[in-house]
């Protein structure tokens, strides 16, 4: 008899799609799918993603992850897997220009993403279809990733939460974004280094308008929110991060997710509180503010019970259109302006200054994947500010996808600059 009540209890914490573990970087329950597909963003450009969905179940929340400058999708697989175990949908793209990030055509695509993903759970066939909650959406972002994150949360206020890993700004973008930023944001830090700018995104933290949680995973290097991550990233970002290092990022930022997309409690101790609070690895910023849980966006029909529900399209949530703000011109790759130009440039979602140096020590391949970023990212920013620009709506695979409005861009600035 005990033996029978152990299985139905397993067989009910797998249906309900709830985290398994007795801490959030565990491993969840769920069987997990991953496919490839290439996604619209609009304009007729698609981006290479990884889908990874839980196999039974849904509607479940939806994630999309973007990776830093000089990456891809592929230092992403492993937080894929372990989201949807946990039962969420994780969307990876491999951004258009790895090598010539632009965060602000970048946050789009991310936000693009997330209205195929919606119009996809309605999409007969889809790997998608009856696994994506439209209500419940957020974005996590690495490096370059995490400012593109930033904007994206600045944006588009029906996003649940923006998660942003040892991210770095560029050019003051994020600076400027981060106080109209009203979307929960997890600010995750790693050491100060030339890959971060030397912490650059720390000043920043304390601007963001709603609620915020930030933290500093001790000693940890640049890429240690990667996973996995490579010998490139780290001979140019401070080494190789330690296992302990690695589970602090994923811990902290599946908590924060769990929390305020899935009001789970389990989670709430580990988002500034007592969990957090008696962890050696980390170091909570004092200026961490709003976090009263459950979070005042939870609603009665979240938690992990939902995510185990069949999926019942609902009209008004999964075609409304995302609340938008006016995007920084989109057109031309993205470039620091004069005063950071003096400044290490992120690269390996990370970045470096200097003079060129041979690659043969870690500083060497910073230097050169300094130089790598300038190159790619040097004065679009002062040639965008003097254009005035309407972008069309990104179009869509399907009739079923929320279309964005126009972004509306103004002369600003210096038309000599």
């Given at each position: 008899?005990?033996?029978?009540?152990?299985?139905?209890?397993?067989?009910?914490?797998?249906?309900?799609?709830?985290?398994?573990?007795?801490?959030?970087?565990?491993?969840?329950?769920?069987?997990?799918?991953?496919?490839?597909?290439?996604?619209?963003?609009?304009?007729?450009?698609?981006?290479?993603?990884?889908?990874?969905?839980?196999?039974?179940?849904?509607?479940?929340?939806?994630?999309?992850?973007?990776?830093?400058?000089?990456?891809?999708?592929?230092?992403?697989?492993?937080w894929g897997k372990h989201l949807a175990s946990r039962g969420f949908v994780a969307i990876i793209p491999t951004s258009r220009a790895p090598a010539q990030p632009n965060p602000p055509v970048d946050s789009d695509d991310?936000?693009?993403?997330?209205?195929?993903?919606?119009?996809?759970?309605?999409?007969?066939?889809?790997?998608?279809?009856?696994?994506?909650?439209?209500?419940?959406?957020?974005?996590?972002?690495?490096?370059?990733?995490?400012?593109?994150?930033?904007?994206?949360?600045?944006?588009?206020?029906?996003?649940?939460?923006?998660?942003?890993?040892?991210?770095?700004?560029?050019?003051?973008?994020?600076?400027?974004?981060?106080?109209?930023?009203?979307?929960?944001?997890?600010?995750?830090?790693?050491?100060?280094?030339?890959?971060?700018?030397?912490?650059?995104?720390?000043?920043?933290?304390?601007?963001?308008?709603?609620?915020?949680?930030?933290?500093?995973?001790?000693?940890?290097?640049?890429?240690?929110?990667?996973?996995?991550?490579?010998?490139?990233?780290?001979?140019?970002?401070?080494?190789?991060?330690?296992?302990?290092?690695?589970?602090?990022?994923?811990?902290?930022?599946?908590?924060?997710?769990?929390?305020?997309?899935?009001?789970?409690?389990?989670?709430?101790?580990?988002?500034?509180?007592?969990?957090?609070?008696?962890?050696?690895?980390?170091?909570?910023?004092?200026?961490?503010?709003?976090?009263?849980?459950?979070?005042?966006?939870?609603?009665?029909?979240?938690?992990?019970?939902?995510?185990?529900?069949?999926?019942?399209?609902?009209?008004?949530?999964?075609?409304?259109?995302?609340?938008?703000?006016?995007?920084?011109?989109?057109?031309?790759?993205?470039?620091?302006?004069?005063?950071?130009?003096?400044?290490?440039?992120?690269?390996?979602?990370?970045?470096?200054?200097?003079?060129?140096?041979?690659?043969?020590?870690?500083?060497?391949?910073?230097?050169?994947?300094?130089?790598?970023?300038?190159?790619?990212?040097?004065?679009?920013?002062?040639?965008?500010?003097?254009?005035?620009?309407?972008?069309?709506?990104?179009?869509?695979?399907?009739?079923?996808?929320?279309?964005?409005?126009?972004?509306?861009c103004k002369p600003t600035g210096n038309p000599s600059a």
């Amino acid at each position: 008899m005990r033996g029978s009540l152990q299985c139905l209890l397993a067989l009910a914490i797998s249906a309900g799609g709830g985290p398994a573990g007795a801490a959030p970087e565990d491993a969840g329950p769920l069987a997990v799918a991953a496919s490839s597909v290439m996604a619209p963003v609009g304009g007729g450009t698609q981006l290479a993603t990884d889908l990874y969905v839980p196999q039974t179940g849904g509607p479940y929340p939806t994630l999309v992850l973007r990776h830093g400058f000089l990456r891809s999708k592929q230092n992403f697989v492993n937080w894929g897997k372990h989201l949807a175990s946990r039962g969420f949908v994780a969307i990876i793209p491999t951004s258009r220009a790895p090598a010539q990030p632009n965060p602000p055509v970048d946050s789009d695509d991310m936000l693009a993403l997330i209205a195929w993903a919606r119009a996809q759970h309605q999409q007969a066939g889809s790997a998608l279809q009856g696994k994506v909650d439209g209500a419940r959406v957020a974005v996590v972002g690495h490096s370059a990733g995490g400012l593109a994150s930033a904007l994206a949360a600045s944006k588009d206020s029906t996003l649940r939460a923006a998660v942003l890993l040892d991210p770095v700004d560029v050019g003051g973008a994020g600076a400027t974004a981060a106080p109209a930023t009203k979307v929960p944001v997890a600010v995750l830090l790693g050491e100060p280094s030339v890959c971060n700018v030397q912490g650059n995104y720390l000043p920043i933290f304390s601007s963001f308008g709603g609620a915020r949680l930030g933290l500093k995973v001790i000693g940890a290097p640049h890429c240690a929110p990667e996973d996995p991550s490579d010998g490139l990233c780290e001979l140019a970002c401070g080494g190789a991060s330690t296992a302990e290092q690695r589970t602090a990022f994923r811990r902290y930022a599946t908590a924060f997710l769990e929390a305020y997309l899935r009001c789970d409690a389990a989670a709430f101790p580990y988002v500034g509180g007592a969990a957090a609070q008696a962890d050696k690895a980390i170091a909570l910023l004092p200026q961490s503010q709003g976090l009263a849980l459950p979070p005042a966006g939870c609603a009665a029909a979240d938690g992990p019970a939902r995510d185990g529900a069949v999926a019942q399209p609902d009209a008004v949530r999964l075609d409304r259109a995302p609340a938008r703000e006016a995007s920084a011109p989109r057109d031309g790759p993205w470039r620091p302006d004069e005063a950071l130009s003096a400044s290490p440039g992120p690269g390996c979602g990370c970045g470096a200054a200097g003079s060129v140096a041979a690659p043969t020590t870690g500083l060497g391949v910073a230097l050169l994947l300094g130089l790598l970023w300038r190159r790619s990212a040097g004065s679009a920013v002062r040639r965008a500010q003097r254009r005035s620009c309407s972008i069309p709506s990104p179009s869509s695979s399907t009739s079923a996808s929320p279309r964005r409005g126009p972004t509306i861009c103004k002369p600003t600035g210096n038309p000599s600059a």
